[in-house]
């Protein structure tokens, strides 16, 4: 069974500009999330879909992120215009519901210059 | 919202010595806790967890207690061994709110095996 992808691995982009990350989920796994790590603090929650609903979209930082899962199947997340502090490494989990385990891809790592 | 404190921030063992990581959380309803291990360039691994109706979980080298009264929980690491050397995150869910599962996590141990 595949795990979670992440793509890209890296992304190193201007301030400014726009990236989009593209998480997909375990295939079957309903529930897809979103988390940052910023410069060696804790991994923090951005958002949940339950297919492709925003159950929970809390931890967003501001307008300039917007998350989509058309379909209910992989997710995008995107940052327009990118700030040097959005640089971190994003993470996407899925999990097929109740209190199972996340399974977390491997991450994409933003660099804002 | 959910805190959790994560303690040390960095943990330096000999090979064969015990781990002892640990945690304390805010909000009484949370009700499942996990421990993620995170490899250079990987993303973060469950590697055990614990919910709230028992004190204490074991696998092999690896063990979990919880204490809710006080609301802490630990991760033991026993006969230690130079690939468990990795960066240790506990977290906490957080029933309060519209998305029970999501996940509140400490800052992260950075734990060494020296062999």
């Known amino acids: 069974e595949a795990g979670v992808t992440q793509f890209p691995s890296h992304s190193v982009i201007e301030k400014g500009q726009t990236v989009t990350l593209r998480c997909d989920p375990i295939?079957?796994?309903?529930?897809l999330y979103w988390y940052r790590r910023v410069m060696g603090k804790e991994i923090k929650f951005l958002l949940h879909?339950?297919?492709?609903?925003?159950?929970?979209e809390s931890g967003m930082p501001n307008n300039r992120f917007l998350a989509e899962r058309t379909g209910g199947t992989y997710s995008t997340l995107k940052v327009q215009p990118a700030e040097l502090e959005d640089s971190g490494v994003y993470f996407c989990?899925?999990?097929?519901?109740?209190?199972?385990?996340?399974?977390f891809g491997p991450g994409t790592r933003l660099t804002v210059l | 919202g959910e805190n959790v404190e994560q303690h040390p921030s960095t943990l330096s063992v000999q090979e064969g010595d015990s781990a002892v990581i640990k945690c304390t959380y805010s909000?009484?309803?949370?009700?499942?806790f996990p421990w993620y291990k995170q490899e250079l360039g990987k993303g973060p691994q469950l590697i055990i967890d614990?919910?709230?109706?028992?004190g204490e979980k074991k696998d092999q080298r690896i063990a979990v207690t919880l204490n809710k009264t006080a609301k802490h929980f630990s991760l033991h690491i026993t006969e230690t061994q130079p690939e468990d050397s990795a960066v240790y995150f506990c977290?906490?869910?957080?029933?309060?709110?519209?998305?029970?599962?999501?996940?509140?996590f400490g800052k992260g141990t950075l734990l060494t095996v020296n062999p």
């Open positions: 989990a899925s999990t097929s519901g109740s209190l199972n385990e996340q399974f």
């Open positions: 295939s079957g796994h309903d529930n």
């Open positions: 879909f339950v297919k492709e609903s925003k159950q929970d």
């Open positions: 909000d009484s309803a949370s009700n499942y």
């Open positions: 614990i919910r709230s109706n028992v």
């Open positions: 977290a906490a869910n957080s029933p309060r709110t519209s998305s029970n599962y999501k996940l509140t």
